[in-house]
């Protein structure tokens, strides 16, 4: 075989022109030679080829017999996976699913897979079992899973550098949200969208369009609509670099919010991000505490624990910093190879900010493990920077850039440090 | 009854291939040559191979290859296929995989072959057909359509149909369609400029698996039934001039056409 690749440099296909599913193998390019990476990625290619089969109706409507064979053989590989890996599991709960035979358990599976996907960085793979989803809730007028599936295909193409097509998906989920008054959705639609045309250099449009929603809303929601505005305009002014508008815009979303609106905790680290880059660091501090204690997604709770051990590196803090990491390494043992290597890349960036060079390579020699044992797609080459970052010294990049903040902003501060007290106690 | 160029050593991947299509003829490649050499030489409209085929080769290389010079014969990829041999696969243009723990699976092999072996070229026809005759015609130029890779003749048509040829006949003038001579003769046409929309087909070679003679016999076919020579026909656009005139050349039933909405 030759010592070069000549398939490598051939440009990928487009979905349409390509055999069914393969986009799943999209994540494995410039790391196809690693296996654990290329066996879990046919792994998710044997499932999605099991949910595509079981959706086919019509003249394609295929033996209910086959189906469960083809369920059963890709179980079987599912299984080889270590006992406990999260992926084994949600990947088996899909295939059992699939097996139903029904348009919503079809769906249903298709969704739970591509939000594994999306958590374990794989965005190709999220974004095939969110497309499979998506198009049986067509055919089926399944309006809840299309929903989901507009959001999640919106949110993996954003991260994935696709602006253009994030944009579609994301109105179509907002106009859905508005049509089907599921205000839930429509907060996160709209914050990502806004988020989506800020990065793509379009924060008017990102403005216009958190103005124009919610429209169809009737008034009785009128509060929760703005507040919603609000939170989408925040996450829009903070990733814009427009900090004070972004504080102003999250106080009125927490304003108008309930605290138990899962979108507040997304506003509470938004602001928290804006207020270290303004140097207040006491007020980003509440924010994150305030997420650890009410955020009901595990993921939030986890992010503003790390960032609230950060945050002291940052602030040449090493003492707090420790202190934080001790309760962080504890919360570290009970989770997934996934939330492990989250939560050392975050202890292996403070300890490089304080200066802690042996441990910093430690945490996240840690990380890598805990990544390639899990088979996460993006973690890998963050850590591996990381990593080359720390043997340069060139922690420079870590550290933020702080602009003094304004009366104003000082005076939001001193109001979400009271709300974060008040909330903390309420818990 | 459609021609299956396969490579498959192992004798259990056969007897799995002769399982799920039992409706089709299989030729059997040695090697990777021998399949190219097979697919220029025979009417094949599918091809099935072990990626693993030849030790020492890249399989992956070798359907890439295939592919363009082949890019209207769908290939069936086959065998134990790691997630970087599906990522290349992918790249190289297969048409679509089984994978080893589905190869017991009949009906899942089945339903792939069945992709694998549609026929774009019959949709195509009775697309434009169906302005023109009713389904009755339509059926029985789908039914020629598909048995012209075998070299079928009008008594073989009109035997499949259960008719006589002069049923046959009858039949074709009061449906709107050619004569049955006239309708395989353009139906020969169409599919071998479809072939010739390959790179690895040669007019001498389609030519053969149509039944003339000689690369000269089809050329002087086209001219009598498109007019003009085959090489500038070489495109999708003389395809498509040539499914235009077969549409003309359709006396056409607007009574039938009616009925069939």
């Given at each position: 075989m030759a010592r070069y690749d000549r398939i490598a440099r051939i440009e990928p296909p487009p979905r349409s022109h390509a055999f069914p599913a393969w986009l799943v193998f999209r994540d494995l390019e410039g790391r196809e030679r690693e296996p654990e990476l290329s066996r879990r990625a046919r792994l998710r290619f044997l499932v999605l080829r099991c949910l595509q089969r079981a959706a086919g109706g019509g003249e394609r409507r295929p033996e209910p017999d086959s189906v469960a064979q083809q369920v059963a053989a890709a179980q079987h590989r599912v299984a080889d996976l270590p006992a406990g890996d999260r992926e084994r599991e949600a990947l088996s709960r899909c295939l059992d699913r699939a097996s139903a035979l029904t348009p919503v358990a079809i769906a249903d599976a298709a969704l739970t897979g591509g939000a594994g996907c999306e958590r374990n960085g794989h965005g190709h793979a999220a974004e095939e079992f969110?497309?499979?989803?998506?198009?049986?809730?067509?055919?089926?007028?399944l309006r809840e899973q299309r929903l989901v599936a507009l959001l999640s295909l919106g949110r993996v193409c954003g991260a994935r550098g696709d602006p253009g097509r994030a944009r579609t998906y994301l109105e179509s989920a907002v106009a859905l949200a508005e049509a089907e008054r599921d205000l839930g959705v429509l907060g996160d639609a709209l914050r990502e969208l806004a988020v989506t045309l800020a990065g793509a250099g379009d924060p008017e449009g990102g403005r216009s369009v958190a103005a124009a929603a919610g429209g169809g809303i009737p008034k009785a929601y009128q509060d929760r609509v703005d507040g919603l505005r609000a939170a989408a305009v925040c996450a829009l002014e903070v990733a814009a670099g427009r900090l004070e508008a972004g504080l102003q815009a999250g106080w009125r979303a927490v304003e108008l919010l309930?605290?138990?609106?899962?979108?507040?905790?997304?506003?509470?680290?938004?602001?928290?991000?804006a207020f270290r880059r303004l140097g207040l660091r006491e007020a980003a501090e509440s924010c994150y505490r305030a997420v650890t204690r009410s955020a009901a997604r595990e993921e939030l709770r986890r992010a503003a624990r790390i960032e609230y051990a950060v945050v002291a590196a940052e602030a040449g803090d090493p003492a707090a910093f420790r202190e934080r990491r001790k309760t962080l390494?504890?919360?570290?043992?009970?989770?997934?190879?996934?939330?492990?290597?989250?939560?050392?890349?975050?202890?292996?960036?403070?300890?490089?900010?304080?200066?802690?060079?042996?441990?910093?390579?430690?945490?996240?020699?840690?990380?890598?493990?805990?990544?390639?044992?899990?088979?996460?797609?993006?973690?890998?080459?963050?850590?591996?920077?990381?990593?080359?970052?720390?043997?340069?010294?060139?922690?420079?990049?870590?550290r933020v850039v702080v602009t003094p903040a304004t009366d104003g902003a000082r005076s939001i501060a001193a109001r979400f440090a009271s709300v974060g007290r008040e909330q903390v106690a309420s818990v | 009854m459609a021609l299956i160029a396969a490579l498959l050593p192992k004798e259990a991947d056969r007897l799995a291939l002769g399982a799920a299509a039992p409706g089709h003829r299989t030729a059997w490649a040695r090697n990777w040559?021998?399949?190219?050499?097979?697919?220029?030489?025979?009417?094949?409209?599918?091809?099935?191979?072990?990626?693993?085929?030849?030790?020492?080769?890249?399989?992956?290389?070798?359907?890439?290859?295939?592919?363009?010079?082949?890019?209207?014969?769908?290939?069936l990829v086959w065998g134990h296929l790691t997630g970087r041999d599906l990522l290349r696969l992918g790249k190289a243009g297969a048409t679509d995989v089984v994978l080893d723990e589905e190869m017991a699976n009949v009906g899942l092999v089945a339903e792939r072959v069945a992709d694998a072996t549609g026929d774009s070229l019959a949709d195509e026809v009775d697309r434009r057909l169906a302005a023109v005759v009713g389904p009755e015609a339509r059926e029985l130029v789908r039914l020629a359509g598909t048995r012209i890779p075998a070299g079928v003749q009008v008594p073989d048509l009109a035997s499949s149909h259960?008719?006589?040829?002069?049923?046959?006949?009858?039949?074709?003038?009061?449906?709107?369609?050619?004569?049955?001579?006239?309708?395989?003769?353009?139906?020969r046409i169409l599919y071998g400029l479809h072939w010739l929309l390959e790179p690895g087909r040669s007019v001498e070679s389609v030519g053969r698996q149509l039944g003339y003679s000689s690369g000269a016999a089809f050329r002087r076919a086209i001219k009598v039934t498109v007019g003009g020579r085959p090489t500038p026909l070489r495109n999708r656009q003389g395809l498509l001039t040539a499914l235009d005139a077969f549409i003309a050349a359709c006396p056409g039933d607007p009574a039938a056409v009616g009925e069939g909405r």
């Open positions: 969110h497309l499979t989803a998506l198009q049986v809730a067509e055919t089926h007028d309930s605290f138990r609106d899962p979108l507040v905790s997304r506003v509470l680290l938004d602001v928290a991000s390494l504890e919360a570290a043992a009970s989770e997934d190879g996934h939330g492990a290597a989250t939560i050392q890349i975050g202890l292996g960036r403070g300890a490089m900010l304080i200066d802690d060079l042996d441990d910093a390579r430690s945490h996240l020699r840690l990380a890598l493990a805990a990544a390639r044992g899990a088979g996460l797609g993006d973690a890998v080459p963050v850590i591996e920077e990381l990593l080359s970052d720390l043997e340069r010294r060139a922690d420079r990049a870590l | 040559r021998d399949l190219d050499q097979l697919v220029k030489r025979e009417p094949v409209v599918a091809v099935v191979a072990d990626l693993h085929a030849e030790r020492g080769k890249d399989g992956v290389l070798r359907v890439y290859r295939f592919s363009r010079r082949y890019p209207l014969t769908p290939i259960g008719v006589s040829v002069s049923t046959l006949e009858r039949r074709c003038e009061q449906w709107g369609l050619p004569t049955p001579g006239h309708l395989l003769l353009w139906l």
